[in-house]
Each structure stands twice: as C-alpha cells, then as structure tokens.
C-alpha cells in the first residue's frame, strides 16, 4: 500500500480572514478609519466621530450588546467600541466646507430664482 503523498499546501496552516465587522458583527470587507467595519459602521463613526460631545449617555451605564439588530439603539455604545476597536476621528477626511459648493444645488437655485420670476412676470 502506497501512503498519500502531502504537497506543501496539504501543510501549511491556512490563514482565516476574518470577515465580520469589529463592532457589530455584520459582514465586512474592508479597513475603514483603522478597523474592520461594515458600511453602516463606517458610516456612524464618519458621522459621529467628530460630534463625541454631542452623544447621549447611555441609560444603562455603557453596558450595551452591539450586534446587527441593536446596534442603533445605543450611539453611546456604539461610538465607545468604534473607538475601542481602532477606529480613529484623524483619519475622518475633513473638508471644507465653505470653499465648496455643489453644482447641483447652484443650479437649482438659479433654475428656482428664474421660474420665479417668469411667474411674477406672468401675473
């Protein structure tokens, strides 16, 4: 009897990537801010990473489970274990703001301005 021969993929230990999301446990595929989150995460702490002071208490002392079903019930908890798993406000892209405007709300605002006054100028 001939013993199976072992190639060198048969030996090596396979590396498992995780793929769920380090604050609630959603799927995720991707680094955002420092950690391995899912879109939702990401966008919360894109939102409420800067505004940490503007957060509610939470009501039952920071002892909230996040998972895909209450991870909207507590942003307290929620934005403590963004921070807890890596996630860092410096890598928020910051913008400003007040030298950018959006083209599509210029020209609304023109288009609006103009059928204004066609109707003035109607009546």
Same mark, same amino acid.
């Given at each position: 009897? *001939?013993? /199976? +021969?072992?190639?060198?993929?048969?030996?090596? /230990?396979?590396?498992?990537?995780?793929?769920?999301?380090?604050?609630?446990?959603?799927?995720?595929?991707?680094?955002?801010?420092?950690?391995?989150?899912?879109?939702?995460?990401?966008? @919360?702490?894109?939102?409420?990473? @800067?505004?940490?002071?503007?957060?509610?208490?939470? #009501? @039952?002392?920071?002892?909230?489970?996040?998972?895909?079903?209450?991870?909207?019930?507590?942003?307290? =908890?929620?934005?403590?274990?963004?921070?807890? +798993?890596?996630?860092? /406000?410096?890598?928020?892209?910051?913008?400003?703001?007040?030298?950018?405007?959006?083209?599509?709300?210029?020209? =609304?605002?023109?288009?609006?301005? #103009?059928?204004?006054?066609?109707? +003035? *100028?109607?009546?």
């Amino acid at each position: 009897m *001939s013993t /199976p +021969v072992s190639t060198a993929a048969d030996t090596e /230990p396979k590396i498992k990537t995780s793929s769920t999301c380090q604050v609630c446990e959603d799927h995720a595929s991707i680094n955002n801010y420092g950690a391995l989150t899912c879109l939702s995460c990401r966008t @919360f702490f894109r939102r409420n990473g @800067f505004n940490n002071k503007k957060i509610a208490v939470c #009501q @039952f002392d920071g002892h909230c489970a996040m998972t895909v079903v209450t991870r909207k019930l507590c942003t307290a =908890c929620r934005l403590n274990k963004c921070l807890a +798993v890596g996630m860092s /406000p410096e890598l928020i892209r910051k913008e400003d703001l007040s030298n950018r405007k959006r083209k599509t709300s210029k020209s =609304c605002s023109q288009e609006r301005l #103009q059928c204004q006054t066609l109707m +003035v *100028s109607t009546n």
